[in-house]
């Protein structure tokens, strides 16, 4: 249109006019040349433009849809069925030599296990010991104290059976733990794993040492017989040279059959620290032993063995979502959802497996016979492994035993919850939230530009961030247990947990306080760099965090993503007092209250046991809230007292 319009105004020109020919032909060559870059500047404007005016329209749609996409990983059409990766494992192919000798020799450990049980750690394990040494085995007691505020003594026995056809560079573990997960002592668990003891001694055709584990005091007992293994310096009789050991752990069983009953179905717990999970390999061991046993075990995730969604319409979806949630909450602290989840710390590939008590299938309950031949098969298939499990997936989730969701079809949802808060951040920086007006006398006369002209302060705004981050560090160093072990030893632990959890309240309040009396009186603080930055550095924590701990990153982002986004500088009191509160429940404050409120458990035993799992099992979510968490939202709250210049 442009073109033909010069053309027209130079052909009514007369030879001597403004223009010669030679001219005239330039200059249509050179808007000819310029006209694409000029419709690009004009289209990227209207862009910038667009963007400007919707971006919180943008933000909402890309976290609905992430929602969505979050909602669909359980549905039966979208995730895949699982399958061996590892050739070499061949599950259920050996022929199983459990029988009735072996159940009457777990029926007899079971009834002396039963009797001892009760006596204290060392009667216990000294019987172990016994045992172990009477059945051909290099036995030895481990005693071990955690220090803390009111330390934590037990003792743990081991036996290691030396494969006749290996260097012993090689080993598996067959592990029981003195008390079940349901609180009640593992008695068929520690029977079982006796009774196998004994026939592993009689065969010979192991190409693997195996390590057969009894543990006291739960986490804190795995942990400690973990560090003395692999040499660290703990408080036990264990050095580094004098404990017996075999070579590199390849795999790890861990059972957990509590009571002396029989069983209905069975659960497996896969879920390690920070999220850390085995090899999909080993799961999908376990679950193709047991759908091959002879009559069937019913196999699920966890101890959920009813189905409450059974009648309903969608009843196979609701029962994966269940799974993959509740699989989800167990990852989204970094605790280990068993004492096998300790090891996936140290490159070892660990699952439990758990007896689970009902009443709905009494038809089809089993016991020993079962247990222990799903036990041996499964060790038998680990015994053929040609190297480390590396064949399968680490990174997924499962909402059936039998069904997996792999890293490629859940991280999207991430990266759209990350570029909701990217795109805002942007959009902050560089247009702002004030109209965009052009220093120019023909201002009417041209178009406003796609950015604002203006100098950015981003001192104030990096400095606000600086001292959240400083404040963060500090409430760690005031709430971790070292403090109160150090500093507060002459209180009992209630009064240190509560005098921790106030300090750091007083502490966070203190800092967020004095930064906006001190930001208020610089004329170069921005509120909008201020959430500009805030909201990119939320978008960086949620990618990055996702990637070590999927859940964690989520759950992060479906807190914060929509209330930081409409949090914003206001002078109107209502408005601010409003958002105050707002950011006040998504602390970790407000969170523990809203939680204590809910499950009707105190707070000071919540954060008894977020301390316990920093201290025993090395947690990161301690550090993850008071280090990055917490800092954003005190930088948020700073935000909603600050001006807006930009």
């Not at 104290?145 to 003594?153: A, D, F, H, N, Y």
């Not at 309903?312 to 280990?336: E, N």
């Not at 990266?415 to 007006?437: K, M």
């Not at 978008?539 to 930081?564: D, K, R």
Request: a positive charge; aromatic letters at 12%; glycine letters at 6%.
């Amino acid at each position: 249109m442009l073109i033909n319009k010069l053309k027209e105004r130079l052909a009514k020109k007369k030879g001597g006019g403004y223009f010669s020919p030679e001219k005239r032909l330039k200059l249509c060559s050179f808007v000819q040349r310029f006209m694409p870059v000029l419709r690009y500047s004009i289209s990227y404007l209207k862009m910038y433009l667009s963007l400007n005016k919707n971006i919180h329209f943008i933000s909402c749609l890309l976290f609905i849809i992430g929602i969505g996409w979050l909602l669909l990983l359980p549905y039966e059409h979208y995730n895949k069925r699982t399958y061996i990766s590892e050739n070499a494992l061949l599950p259920g192919q050996a022929n199983l030599e459990y029988g009735y000798n072996d159940i009457r020799a777990a029926e007899e450990y079971r009834l002396k296990i039963f009797n001892i049980q009760n006596k204290d750690s060392e009667e216990r394990a000294q019987f172990i010991h016994d045992e172990f040494r009477i059945t051909g085995f290099n036995s030895a007691i481990q005693r071990f104290t955690v220090e803390g505020r009111e330390p934590i003594k037990g003792v743990n026995v081991f036996a290691i059976h030396r494969a006749p056809r290996s260097d012993g560079k090689e080993a598996l573990i067959l592990s029981a733990p003195w008390t079940s997960k349901t609180g009640e002592y593992n008695t068929n668990g520690i029977a079982v794993l006796l009774s196998l003891a004994k026939l592993f001694k009689r065969n010979v055709y192991w190409s693997k040492d195996i390590v057969l584990l009894i543990t006291d005091q739960g986490l804190a007992g795995t942990q400690a017989w973990i560090d003395a293994y692999r040499g660290i310096n703990r408080n036990d009789e264990f050095s580094s040279v004098v404990m017996p050991r075999s070579g590199v752990i390849q795999g790890v069983i861990n059972l957990d059959f509590p009571g002396t009953q029989d069983y209905e179905s069975l659960g497996i717990y896969f879920e390690g620290v920070n999220g850390q999970l085995p090899n999909l390999d080993l799961i999908n061991t376990i679950v193709t032993v047991i759908q091959r046993t002879n009559p069937q075990v019913i196999v699920t995730l966890h101890d959920d063995s009813s189905n409450p969604f059974r009648h309903h319409l969608y009843g196979r979806y609701l029962q994966s979502l269940y799974h993959m949630l509740k699989s989800m909450s167990y990852l989204v602290l970094g605790r280990p959802s068993s004492e096998a989840g300790l090891y996936l710390r140290y490159t070892i590939d660990a699952v439990t497996i758990h007896g689970i008590v009902g009443t709905e299938y009494l038809n089809n309950l089993y016991g020993f016979l079962r247990i222990g031949r799903v036990v041996e098969s499964t060790f038998r298939s680990l015994n053929n492994l040609l190297e480390h499990f590396h064949q399968s997936f680490f990174f997924y989730l499962l909402p059936q035993p039998n069904r997996y969701v792999s890293i490629s079809q859940y991280m999207p949802p991430v990266i759209l919850f990350a570029c909701a808060l990217i795109f805002q951040s942007l959009v902050l920086y560089y247009i702002g939230t004030q109209p965009l007006v052009l220093e120019s006398p023909e201002k009417n006369k041209l178009q406003p530009p796609a950015y604002s002209l203006k100098k950015r302060h981003t001192t104030s705004a990096f400095s606000v961030l600086i001292i959240t981050h400083f404040t963060g560090l500090c409430i760690f160093s005031l709430i971790r247990p070292s403090f109160g072990v150090t500093y507060l030893s002459n209180l009992n632990e209630k009064e240190i947990l509560l005098i921790q959890l106030g300090s750091s309240i007083t502490l966070s309040t203190l800092s967020t306080v004095g930064t906006i009396l001190w930001m208020n009186k610089s004329p170069e603080h921005d509120g909008t760099i201020l959430k500009s930055f805030s909201l990119a550095h939320s978008a960086l924590v949620i990618a990055t965090v996702s990637l070590l701990n999927f859940t964690l990153g989520v759950a992060t982002a479906i807190l914060i993503l929509m209330p930081y986004s409409l949090i914003r500088p206001s002078k109107s009191m209502i408005w601010r007092t409003s958002q105050c509160l707002v950011l006040v429940a998504l602390s970790p404050f407000g969170l523990m209250y809203i939680y204590s409120r809910i499950a009707d458990f105190p707070m000071t035993d919540i954060l008894s046991g977020l301390l316990s799992d920093y201290h025993i099992v090395h947690s990161w979510f301690l550090i993850y809230v008071c280090i990055i968490y917490w800092p954003i939202n005190m930088a948020m709250t700073i935000l909603v007292f600050s001006p807006s210049v930009s």
